[in-house]
T-cell receptor
Framework: GQNIDQPTEMTATEGAIVQINCTYQ??????LFWYQQHAGEAPTFLSY????GLEEKGRFSSFLSRSKGYSYLLLKELQMKDSASYLC??????????????FGTGTRLTVIP | GAGVSQSPRYKVAKRGQDVALRCDPI?????LFWYQQALGQGPEFLTY????????KSGLPSDRFFAERPEGSVSTLKIQRTQQEDSAVYLC????????????FGPGTRLTVL
């Protein structure tokens, strides 16, 4: 099975940096995704890691360590509009090679002035 | 171009009623996924189509849940004899080729069963 853990809630100040951690256990790892979800809206794709290391995309960066089953999402220069839930999702090939996505519960980030 | 669309956006059903939820994937996307998202939780996989073929339905919680994609484009998720525990947001996602591609989500249908 899959076990994906991330903090339930975080609070950070506008302009600051925040790191959201995700740990996972899965048998057929085939990539890790981060999605942003504002309340009542669709999850939107932020980043994808399949190899170890850091992927940078503007104010957002994502890191992966496959040996540790660990990823983090780094948000820099926080803006009020960054208040949202951040979902960590692991793609698992499974026994059938289906490549399904398995999500954590999401981290609700609140940015305060 | 247009993203994934879903209808209705909100659905209220009385316990025992049947409901049908529609998903229009991004044009040309081969793969389509359905997820169920309970309040305060992450999405949970329900089922996966590649074109019209339902390749994985291991996440469907009971035989009251049924999904189809007869022409390999629009998909419908049907829930028969709805129960209160079926109340959730039902998300649809599509990807260009197979499950190895990035999935793009629709806005979801919020189902409330009274």
């Amino acid at each position: 099975g899959q076990n994906i853990d991330q903090p339930t809630e975080m609070t950070a100040t506008e302009g600051a940096i925040v790191q959201i951690n995700c740990t996972y256990q899965t048998s057929g790892f085939n990539g890790l995704f981060w999605y942003q979800q504002h309340a009542g809206e669709a999850p939107t794709f932020l980043s994808y890691n399949v190899l170890d290391g850091l992927e940078e995309k503007g104010r957002f960066s994502s890191f992966l360590s496959r040996s540790k089953g660990y990823s983090y999402l780094l948000l820099k220069e926080l803006q009020m509009k960054d208040s949202a839930s951040y979902l960590c999702a692991v793609r698992d090939q499974g026994g059938t090679g289906a490549n399904n996505l398995f999500f954590g519960t999401g981290t609700r980030l609140t940015v305060i002035p | 171009g247009a993203g994934v669309s879903q209808s209705p956006r909100y659905k209220v059903a009385k316990r025992g009623q049947d409901v049908a939820l529609r998903c229009d994937p991004i044009s040309g996307h081969v793969s389509l996924f359905w997820y169920q998202q309970a309040l305060g939780q992450g999405p949970e996989f329900l089922t996966y189509f590649q074109n019209e073929a339902q390749l994985d339905k291991s996440g469907l919680p009971s035989d009251r849940f049924f999904a189809e994609r007869p022409e390999g484009s629009v998909s419908t998720l049907k829930i028969q004899r709805t129960q209160q525990e079926d109340s959730a947001v039902y998300l649809c996602a599509s990807s260009l080729r197979d499950g190895a591609d990035t999935q793009y989500f629709g806005p979801g249908t919020r189902l409330t069963v009274l």
